[in-house]
């Protein structure tokens, strides 16, 4: 069982920054691929970024690409997303994910994640 706690959400102006937390407990940290997804009103779930442990390869969205980074911490298995020049179309409430096997999950793809935070709502004002 693991467990997902996030936090750092916000309101912010258009152009600003945020940096949210995803702390993760139970399986060690390094068998996941650990995401963040993100579901503004009337839409569906969509991929903002992820980490894949193994080769510690990074993912991004095109939406988001120079603009958001994914980072983590290992030793307190939290893993962090730093969102900078935040437009208002980055309005959503943005979820993290872990899913494994690290190796060969399909990491844009919500259905393969496994576990879910709670989510923490971001909000870019114009």
């Known amino acids: 069982q693991v467990e997902l706690v996030e936090s750092g959400g916000g309101l912010v102006q258009a152009g600003g920054s945020l940096r949210l937390s995803c702390a993760a407990s139970?399986?060690?940290?390094?068998?996941?691929?650990m995401g963040w997804f993100r579901q503004a009103p009337g839409k569906e779930r969509e991929f903002v970024a992820a980490?894949?442990?193994?080769?510690?390869?990074?993912f991004y969205s095109d939406s988001v690409k120079g603009r958001f980074t994914i980072s983590r911490d290992n030793a307190k298995n939290t893993v962090f997303l730093q969102m900078n020049s935040l437009k208002p179309e980055d309005t959503a409430v943005y979820y993290c994910?872990?899913?494994?096997?690290?190796?060969?999950?399909?990491?844009?793809?919500?259905?393969?994640?496994?576990?879910w935070g709670q989510g923490t709502q971001v909000t870019a004002s114009s």
């Open positions: 994910a872990a899913g494994y096997p690290a190796g060969t999950l399909r990491v844009t793809t919500p259905s393969e994640y496994i576990y």
């Open positions: 980490w894949r442990w193994r080769g510690e390869m990074t």
């Open positions: 139970g399986r060690p940290f390094g068998e996941y691929a």
